[in-house]
C-alpha cells in the first residue's frame, strides 16, 4: 500500500447520505385557447435562483485533498506520522488522552516535539486552504462557462418575445417558438447552477471535515502533550 493509500485510511472518509423526498404527479393545467394568451408572453423567471442540495463530505473531494496533503507531505516524521500512530491505538483500551500520550511517546523516538508536532499540522491545514483558493477560482470559470453566456440569451430571447407580442395574429407561431428555446435554455442553466452549487457544497463540507479533525488533533495535542 502506498503512503497516499494509508493517508486515506488516517482520516475518517464517509459519505452522508441525505433522504431523497418522493414526487408526486401533477395535473397538467388546461391550455388556453384564445388569441390574446397564445400571444402574450410568459412572465420572466431568473433560473439563478434554483437551489441545491446541503453540501456533503464526498469520497472524491476528500481523496483530492488528501492527494494534496500526500503531495506536501514534509519529510521526516511529522503530524502525518503522528496521525498514523494514533490510527493504530484506536482499538486499544485507552482513553483520548492516553491514546494521544502513547502515541506521542513513540514519536519522541524519532525526536518529535509537540510544537513540531501542531507546526507540521498547521503546514497540513494551509495546504488545504491553497487548494480551497483553487478550487474556488476554477469554481467561478466553471460558474461562468455554463451560465453566464446563456444568461444573456436568455435576456435577447425576452426582448425578441417582446417585440415579437407586439404583432399578436401575425408573429403568434414565432412567439410560440421562442418561447419553447426560452423554457429549455432555463430548465438547461437550473440544472446547472444546481450542478455547480453541489459541487462548492461537496467540496466545502470534505475541506470543513478535513480540517476540523485536523484541529482537533491539534487541541489534543496541545492539550496533552505537555
Request: glycine share 4%; hydrophobic share 35%.
Given at each position: 500500500?502506498?503512503?497516499?493509500?494509508?493517508?486515506?485510511?488516517?482520516?475518517?472518509?464517509?459519505?452522508?447520505?441525505?433522504?431523497?423526498?418522493?414526487?408526486?404527479?401533477?395535473?397538467?393545467?388546461?391550455?388556453?385557447?384564445?388569441?390574446?394568451?397564445?400571444?402574450?408572453?410568459?412572465?420572466?423567471?431568473?433560473?439563478?435562483?434554483?437551489?441545491?442540495?446541503?453540501?456533503?463530505?464526498?469520497?472524491?473531494?476528500?481523496?483530492?485533498?488528501?492527494?494534496?496533503?500526500?503531495?506536501?507531505?514534509?519529510?521526516?516524521?511529522?503530524?502525518?506520522?503522528?496521525?498514523?500512530?494514533?490510527?493504530?491505538?484506536?482499538?486499544?483500551?485507552?482513553?483520548?488522552?492516553?491514546?494521544?500520550?502513547?502515541?506521542?511517546?513513540?514519536?519522541?523516538?524519532?525526536?518529535?516535539?509537540?510544537?513540531?508536532?501542531?507546526?507540521?499540522?498547521?503546514?497540513?491545514?494551509?495546504?488545504?486552504?491553497?487548494?480551497?483558493?483553487?478550487?474556488?477560482?476554477?469554481?467561478?470559470?466553471?460558474?461562468?462557462?455554463?451560465?453566464?453566456?446563456?444568461?444573456?440569451?436568455?435576456?435577447?430571447?425576452?426582448?425578441g418575445i417582446q417585440q415579437k407580442a407586439e404583432h399578436i395574429k401575425k408573429l403568434t407561431a414565432e412567439i410560440e417558438k421562442d418561447q419553447k428555446t426560452l423554457e429549455k435554455i432555463k430548465s438547461e442553466i437550473s440544472g446547472a447552477v444546481v450542478k455547480v452549487?453541489?459541487?462548492?457544497?461537496?467540496?466545502?463540507?470534505?475541506?470543513?471535515?478535513?480540517?476540523?479533525?485536523?484541529?482537533?488533533?491539534?487541541?489534543?495535542?496541545?492539550?496533552?502533550?505537555?
Amino acid at each position: 500500500m502506498g503512503f497516499g493509500d494509508r493517508l486515506k485510511s488516517w482520516f475518517v472518509i464517509e459519505e452522508e447520505s441525505s433522504a431523497k423526498g418522493t414526487s408526486k404527479n401533477k395535473p397538467k393545467a388546461k391550455k388556453e385557447s384564445t388569441t390574446s394568451a397564445k400571444s402574450a408572453p410568459k412572465k420572466a423567471t431568473n433560473p439563478t435562483t434554483a437551489t441545491s442540495e446541503p453540501g456533503k463530505v464526498t469520497t472524491k473531494f476528500m481523496e483530492i485533498l488528501l492527494a494534496a496533503m500526500d503531495k506536501k507531505n514534509l519529510d521526516g516524521f511529522d503530524y502525518l506520522e503522528f496521525k498514523q500512530s494514533l490510527k493504530s491505538l484506536e482499538k486499544m483500551p485507552m482513553d483520548e488522552a492516553t491514546r494521544y500520550q502513547s502515541a506521542f511517546a513513540m514519536a519522541k523516538t524519532m525526536g518529535a516535539t509537540p510544537e513540531q508536532l501542531v507546526k507540521t499540522a498547521s503546514h497540513y491545514i494551509n495546504v488545504l486552504k491553497s487548494e480551497e483558493q483553487k478550487f474556488g477560482q476554477a469554481l467561478v470559470a466553471q460558474r461562468s462557462k455554463q451560465v453566464g453566456g446563456r444568461e444573456s440569451q436568455i435576456k435577447q430571447l425576452e426582448t425578441g418575445i417582446q417585440q415579437k407580442a407586439e404583432h399578436i395574429k401575425k408573429l403568434t407561431a414565432e412567439i410560440e417558438k421562442d418561447q419553447k428555446t426560452l423554457e429549455k435554455i432555463k430548465s438547461e442553466i437550473s440544472g446547472a447552477v444546481v450542478k455547480v452549487e453541489t459541487t462548492k457544497n461537496n467540496f466545502i463540507a470534505s475541506f470543513n471535515s478535513l480540517v476540523a479533525q485536523i484541529q482537533k488533533d491539534i487541541d489534543n495535542m496541545q492539550k496533552y502533550l505537555k
